[in-house]
């Protein structure tokens, strides 16, 4: 019999009525035939609420004891889940990630997994029951409760379908599935059917938020199809999945913008061996996370460097860009935080030629002058003017028709 | 070195500022050098409110759900309560009951104890560590999560300190002990330095509410030394011990009145062997909990039989009761739910003789009437009409010096 693995965010669970919703979902997927396992986060804001609360009593509350805390919102979700089942005349028993034996290494508030005791889910499935489990947590081998961190509750539910080959791992969300584009932004955008773990992984990273980077890339290991749908109406959503030929057909999947972005230009650093080796040291030392990093040579004796950083992290960058400045006699440091990423992913990219060609012309036919570039196998990215960002990308979206399905494209 | 148990209830840990006071009540007894283990119940109204949810969802939650819901409350609590430590300086860590391996039976919503990992405990405490254990919850043997039902979190409290031989098990509450008799009724109650195991449980069971029957009668089995005390302020509390010599020359602990009974009399029931066998059984069979029998021979043929039911219970005892009757052919039925009992209790009653004598003098002085009298090894009990129940314990207090500690009573 067919496993089906479901998971369901805090907003989906948010209240009484949210988990008979969702109990729904459960109980259409019983009715065709198969067995489900359920994963659940804590609801609504309850892990904020509890993070509130070991503030109240401690400036940097100790690791070990904060995931004890936090834990309890998803053990309190998945006995009530149970019960909403129980009550719509299904059977079903919730389990703690400890009860289902989920080990993790030691390492509180983003531990890994380690395994999962699937043959005893399997036998609770087996007895006719709805099995319903914890996202987002864990014990090591001392039976310490562990968390996930951000975004476990995915990576919670992956792992399950991975443990127990599950047919499908489908993630509940409040949208319809990942998008051609940010639909906020163009509207016309529309929902992919399919897209491998590698743009997936390639939008997350770009912000697109309907799934977390760590669960894709899980997915991506374990072989791991994954459905991104709406919890309301019957959208059958987005499928994550392995590259397959028709893919490579598609020359550009989705696009997405980034505002959170900023630049860090260093010109005229020595062109010798090392130079950049250490700036990134330096910057990792002070825990900056980089992206994308552009250096060209321009002179046997000179080099300029750049790279992105998250806003967040520019005054600190900032700062460590200004002593180097200083060490490495540079003959500039130029700052932008006014810029902004539009890019495109797509696997066809990496079998097709024009990707770049179209991009850059349809930039330069809405008169959007592009700062810098960046490429990876599957992606371009240009960093554009914070303020023509949003015409960039309909101007993007329009010339790779991210207005329609991929089948319904047609070739120019 | 001595091992300390003390228990919080969920008043006492119901925000941060309480969850800080209850534990500097824990560093006073490092500073005194002990080694102590905490036993918290879940924060002010949580397990209300999670009951609340849960009946949201479903009219009768399946228990082992409720048991898995419910103990995040407690696990909330000892997490927060170990942070709250270690902003004071002290090492703390936090266990739930599968943690400490307290094994239960599998009775969802009333588990007994079986058993509880006391060396890993000690493990702890040894690493200089305060040891934070949920209260009211342990595991079964496949590691489902059951509750002890009411009153739980004691007696976890007395179990850890049985099975860690600790010297002290100390109960902290919002009054300053045991009282010998209500202070909301008689003015003038003073607080017990020590009572007995048996005093204690008559007491409990009589409603005077500061301590749960199931606990103090667990710690009379494994001879644990309760202290009950308040939270607030230095009041050394009332120990609650085995009995010892002096404690014979107290003739009278405290006093107590319940107003909740309804009393129902049979008149002229058959007097043949059976007849209370039956009338009990049919009662026990409508879960009727019947408290005082009363019963006497009228005739060769015919007896009176009456008892105490709580006023809950006596539309159903009423009904039970007409029954009866007719089956029995008893010559009348009598119901009075305008009574109230007023008790003494003190084991000095087991040696020394005068009590009934000064009781029933205290009341007729008061120009009390007694409706009925019933008695055990240390307590006697009156029905009285319920208005006069106050007066009767004023002056059964004075009677018995109930207005001052034991040691400064004088011999009338």
Redesign the interface.
């Known amino acids: 019999m067919a496993i089906i693995v479901q998971k369901f965010g805090g907003t989906s669970v948010a209240n009484?009525e949210k988990?008979?919703r969702a109990a729904r979902r459960v109980i259409e997927r019983m009715q065709a035939g198969c067995q489900v396992v359920v994963v659940a986060s804590a609801r609504g804001h309850q892990t904020e609420e509890?993070m509130r609360?070991?503030l109240?009593?401690?400036?940097n509350?100790?690791k070990?004891?904060?995931d004890?805390?936090l834990?309890?919102g998803e053990?309190?979700t998945?006995?009530?889940f149970?019960?909403?089942l129980?009550?719509m005349g299904s059977k079903a028993?919730?389990f703690?990630g400890?009860?289902i034996r989920m080990m993790t290494d030691g390492v509180y508030s983003k531990a890994q997994i380690i395994s999962i005791d699937s043959e005893f889910i399997r036998s609770e499935l087996d007895k006719g029951r709805v099995v319903i489990v914890t996202g987002f947590q864990g014990i090591d081998q001392y039976?310490?409760v562990t968390t996930l961190g951000r975004g476990g509750a995915d990576t919670s539910a992956v792992a399950l379908a991975a443990a127990l080959k599950a047919e499908e791992c489908e993630i509940f969300t409040d949208v319809d599935g990942i998008y051609t584009a940010d639909p906020g932004i163009y509207k016309k955008a529309v929902v992919l059917d399919q897209i491998s773990y590698d743009e997936a992984l390639e939008m997350a990273s770009l912000g697109s938020g309907v799934m977390q980077t760590r669960a894709v890339a899980f997915a991506k290991r374990y072989d791991v199809k994954i459905r991104v749908r709406n919890i309301a109406g019957d959208n059958p959503g987005t499928i994550i999945t392995r590259e397959v030929p028709q893919m490579e057909g598609v020359l550009v999947s989705g696009a997405t913008i980034q505002k959170d972005m900023a630049k860090i230009g260093m010109a005229g650093i020595p062109n010798v061996p090392g130079t950049a080796a250490m700036v990134f040291a330096r910057l990792a030392a002070a825990k900056v996370v980089v992206h994308d990093i552009m250096q060209t040579e321009i002179s046997p004796e000179k080099a300029n460097l750049s790279f992105m950083v998250n806003k967040a992290d520019l005054a600190t960058a900032k700062q460590v860009a200004e002593e180097l400045k200083a060490e490495l006699r540079c003959d500039g440091l130029f700052v932008r935080d006014d810029i902004a990423l539009v890019s495109v992913i797509g696997v066809g990219m990496r079998s097709q030629y024009g990707v770049a060609e179209k991009l850059f012309g349809a930039l330069a036919k809405a008169e959007v002058n592009i700062d810098s570039i960046t490429t990876s196998e599957i992606r371009i990215s240009c960093a554009v003017d914070i303020g023509q960002v949003e015409k960039a990308l309909e101007a993007v979206c329009l010339a790779f028709q991210l207005d329609r399905p991929a089948r319904q494209r047609v070739a120019v």
């Open positions: 009484a988990i008979r509890l609360d070991a109240e009593l401690h400036p509350p100790p070990r004891e904060l004890q805390l834990s309890t053990q309190q998945v006995s009530l149970a019960m909403a129980d009550a028993i919730s703690t400890g009860q039976g310490n």
